[in-house]
């Protein structure tokens, strides 16, 4: 009987560890826009930045997904996703439910630099991998977002000088979600 416990205890005692190996991947974080300071904000089905607030609960978003990406979701309505207009069909990002599973919600975090023990969350670039356009503050009236073509990258971020400011981010992380 004890040797049946101790089996029983050591299987859960591994899947426990191969369930929090996962556990990191769902990160808890703000996106800051580089140069203008503001942070990407998802509210009602809408897309927008703001100045930075971190005890502003619509400023927080979570990856449920591959290690850097899968779907990026608001931490306070986690049934919604941030996606990309389909090629074509306008032109701002927007929130839709995350039951739709369409290609457009799917993102790939694109870390800085290359060497890494620990790839750098300080400048990343966040494309949509349907469209392979990168998110962008669309610079107009309202602080909207849209996605733009993506600088040349081979999953990590090439930056040369014809690179604009305006692809990269810095993933604030608030707190692995455990």
Known sequence: MTNKFSAVSLLI??????VQNEVP????????????????????????????DPSDKIQEWITLGPQWGGSIRPFITPEMCLASPPEGKG?????QNCSLQCASIRWTITLDPRPSPRPSLGKVMV???DVERC???????????????CP???????IDRATSD???WE????KAIH
């Open 166 to 168: 305006s692809f990269f």
């Open 152 to 158: 040349k990258h081979d999953g990590w971020i090439k």
């Open 91 to 95: 032109f701002y990002t927007h929130l």
């Open 171 to 174: 993933m604030a992380l608030i």
């Open 127 to 129: 494309w949509n991998n």
């Open 13 to 18: 005692l591994v899947l426990a560890s191969s």
């Open 135 to 149: 998110l962008q503050p669309s610079g107009g009236a309202g602080d909207k977002v849209k996605t733009g073509p």
């Open 25 to 52: 991947y769902r990160r808890h974080f703000l996106l800051k826009h580089l140069s203008s300071g503001k942070c990407l904000v998802g509210h009602r089905g809408d897309t927008f930045m703001d100045f930075c």
